[in-house]
């Protein structure tokens, strides 16, 4: 009885102190990283990456090519998704972002004739002659988007 107290006590000491010697060891290497030349420039760098990527949830950034095409891929998925699931308003706005941002938004209007229901890419129609109208009332829109329209002259290119 008594070696089975022995091994508990002296398990549960064992276990203290490794646990002591964990966070010891944690501690250290906190003040240690935290303390060295480069940490707050590069945690500042580190932020102003993640800032300017911002993830593929909002408006890209523009400047960045890499990022167009993120939120392209992204914006085509979610929208052909959400049309497979029978939500055609919310794949349609989708689809239509992603053409907004599209260098060549002709061939993709093309394609998404020949691969769209009838009545989806006519709603994607009708929300593009609506957003290109409201892009030409105000020009100068905060987004950044009004630049890469192309208004539908008929053109396929």
């Known amino acids: 009885m008594i070696g089975v107290l022995v091994n508990k006590t002296s398990f549960g000491i064992l276990a203290g102190l490794a646990s002591a010697a964990f966070v010891g060891y ?3 290497f906190d003040k240690k990283r935290r303390s060295h030349p480069d940490f707050k420039k590069n945690l500042i760098e580190r932020r102003r990456r993640n800032r300017k990527s911002g ?3 909002g408006i890209p950034n523009l400047t960045d090519q890499k990022s167009i095409e993120q939120y392209f891929m992204h914006e085509i998925q979610k929208g052909e998704l959400l049309i497979t699931e029978g939500s055609f308003e919310r794949g ?5 972002n992603a053409i907004v941002v599209c260098n060549k938004p002709g061939k993709l209007l093309s394609v998404l004739q020949n691969t769209l229901p009838v009545e989806v890419f006519s709603l994607l129609v009708y929300k593009l002659n609506n957003y290109n109208m409201n892009a030409q009332r105000a020009p100068c829109m ?3 988007f009004s630049a890469g329209l192309v208004i539908d ?3 396929v290119e």
């Open 26 to 28: 944690c501690v250290y």
């Open 92 to 96: 349609a706005e989708h689809l239509m």
């Open 142 to 144: 905060s987004d950044g």
């Open 153 to 155: 002259d008929g053109s």
């Open 55 to 57: 993830g593929s949830e």
